[in-house]
């Protein structure tokens, strides 16, 4: 680590951030996520919160910080001489999308201005394996990393009142899926019925930063046999072992 | 049986919070959580009850409540004018409810929000280990009319009228707000630094429980960051100069410049502002 990164300082009266170098990429979040769990597990027994973001981690004490010098010192020995290594495999999770125009409601458009058939838009988006950096926005909004530049495009310039739970969307260069119904400006392409948030369950998220996804392509039948299926408390996520 | 609070009248704005949820940050969930915490705990204090007993939040115009069931009853923060069966009542001090009695509330005197904390606390369901409400999270997220509110009725032999506590309300008059430097606060040129400093604002209607906008424009030339972590009380600033300031609803990420960000009682005080409220920041680091 060279000296300017991590920063480390004190944000209000109860939280300190620690940033990393100003980039989105996947080595940064590495380095955010062994030293968020480092913090972690330094703090097991005190109650502190961290949050990460592509290049921060946020540590919120659930009390003022009495001594302020003490936690930084704290937080710079931990980093001190840290080796960063590649978190042991993540999760690789399989989320199944319905592409149908009922749902994709930009599919159109999205075809028309980036000159792609549906095919090849669908073929692009199922392809990668998407890079969970966090959770944010909404509860259980995965900020996901890896789309295909082909199928970047502006949001939409007058956002929609209301956008459904499970709308799969495409914003510049990123691509999401609203875990509720809200107000949205992203282009949607889809929809999931898996749910990415559930309020009864702990924890409510079972997808976490630095996880895999993966879209696959499902009929409008076999969406509404997964949609009951979750209604019935059967579904499970298919996962696997990601090994890069 | 039960006891219940029935609502009459739902008043302007009514939430059930605690002292916020704790532990779903990195869920994106939001930490909620009254807006004046001291009010709140001291609500709760007079009582005698844990800090982290459900209170309920009352913004500017109260409602009207019928108890079902005797009970101890506390009022802090703003002085909306309470009464019991139309009798007047004082806030800071514990009165005992009996089955039947109607509370209410009449003209708003100073502050914006008050807190009305009942022995026990309220008995609402807990999502995600708190009783706060959030829309999204919980079945309700403001108080309609005709909800029935649980709680638990009094022991008679543990009441104690004389509980009554001398609270300084200055705080919820004062125009100083107490804030630090935020993360990007040096990026803003002297002479935006020095507005920051010296200049007045006051409170846009956009206000809520999850921001708070400020009328006066700061214009700036920042760049938007790579969305990074925001926290209750965290100032952002908008490439069109808007000042807003991050309340306990807010979301937990967010991508606009953070200017300063707010001391604990920094909130508690910016809580206490209506609409048209002046205000100029005081920095402590």
Redesign the interface.
Known sequence: MNSKFPRI???????I?V?FE???SESILQKVLFLKKKIEDHYHKV?V??????????V?Y?H?IDNVYNEVLALEDLFQGTKITKKSYPQLYNIPVCYDAELGLDLKLLSKENNLSLEQIIGLHTHPFYTVF????????L?LGGLDKKLQISRKIQPRMLVQKGAVGIGENQTGIYP?SSPGGWQIIGNSPVPL?D??R????EI??GDKVKFYQVSKSEFEKISEEIKQGKFQFKKTNYEG | MKAEIEVLHPGLFCTIQDTGR?????????MSGAMDLYAAKIANLILRNPPESAILEITQMGPKLRFSDPVKISICGAFLSPKINNLPIENNSVYRIEAGDELSFGKRQFGCRTYLAISGGFKTRK??KSRSWLE???DNFKLNKSMKLPYESIDESKINLNAALKINSDYMLTSEIDV?P??EFELLSETEQLILRSQSFSIDKNNNRMAIQLVEVLENNLKPI????V?P??VQLTPSGKLIVLMRDC???GGYP?VM????TGMNKIAQKIIGDSLNFEFL?
């Not at chain 1, 966090?134 to 909004?141: C, K, R, S, T, V």
């Not at chain 2, 790579?226 to 972590?229: H, V």
């Not at chain 2, 960000?261 to 604990?264: A, C, K, V």
């Open positions: 300082r004190v944000m209000g009266e109860r939280a951030l940033e100003t980039e989105i109650n919160e961290v949050i990460n973001t592509y290049n921060s981690l946020l919120y659930d003022t966090f959770i944010g926005f909404l509860p259980g909004f900020y509720k948030f309020k009864n702990l924890p409510p998220c976490l930063a | 704790k532990g779903f940050l990195k869920y994106g969930v939001p999502v995600l999204g999270v919980t630090y935020g993360p790579i969305t990074g972590p926290l009380g965290t979301q937990t990420t953070r960000q707010l001391s604990e680091g």
